[in-house]
C-alpha cells in the first residue's frame, strides 16, 4: 500500500525559507503525479501545489505562485515543496498526496481528487 511521510515543519519566522520532504513507498514513485496541500484550523484543505510524475509539468495556486517550488528526485521516491518568503497566513499542516491514477487529476486543486494522504507537519510562522 501507498504510504507518504512528511518531514521538515517546525516553527519559522517570517520571511523564512523552510523546505519539506515528502518519502513515498507500496509502489512505482516515478509512475505518479504528487501534491501538497495544506489546512489551517477552522479552514478547508487548500492545495498548494503539485507536480507530474516525470517533474515536466507543475500547478500552483496564485497564493503560494512565485513564492512556492515543488520538486521531486525520482531516485529518492521523495517529492518537497521549497517556501519562500512565509508569511504568518502560511501557518497550517501540511500534507502530501497522490492519486491513484498515474495521471494529474482533472481538478487538481480539489482534495477529494487525490487518494493517498500523509500524516501531515505543521508549519507555524511567527510574525
Known amino acids: 500500500q501507498v504510504q507518504l511521510i512528511e518531514s521538515g515543519g517546525g516553527l519559522v519566522q517570517a520571511g523564512g525559507s523552510p523546505r519539506l520532504s515528502c518519502a513515498a513507498s507500496?509502489?512505482?514513485?516515478?509512475?505518479?503525479?504528487m501534491g501538497w496541500f495544506r489546512q489551517a484550523p477552522g479552514k478547508e484543505r487548500e492545495f498548494v501545489a503539485a507536480?507530474?510524475?516525470?517533474?515536466?509539468?507543475?500547478y500552483y495556486p496564485d497564493s503560494v505562485k512565485g513564492r512556492f517550488t515543488i520538486s521531486r528526485d525520482n531516485s529518492k521516491n521523495t517529492v518537497y515543496l521549497q517556501m519562500n518568503r512565509l508569511n504568518p497566513e502560511d501557518t497550517a499542516v501540511y500534507y502530501c498526496?497522490?492519486?491513484?491514477?498515474?495521471?494529474?487529476?482533472?481538478?487538481?486543486?480539489?482534495?477529494?481528487?487525490?487518494?493517498?494522504w500523509g500524516q501531515g507537519t505543521q508549519v507555524t510562522v511567527s510574525s
Open positions: 507536480i507530474s510524475a516525470n517533474g515536466a509539468s507543475t
Open positions: 507500496g509502489r512505482t514513485f516515478s509512475s505518479f503525479p
Open positions: 498526496a497522490a492519486p491513484s491514477k498515474a495521471y494529474i487529476p482533472p481538478i487538481v486543486s480539489r482534495a477529494s481528487s487525490w487518494d493517498y
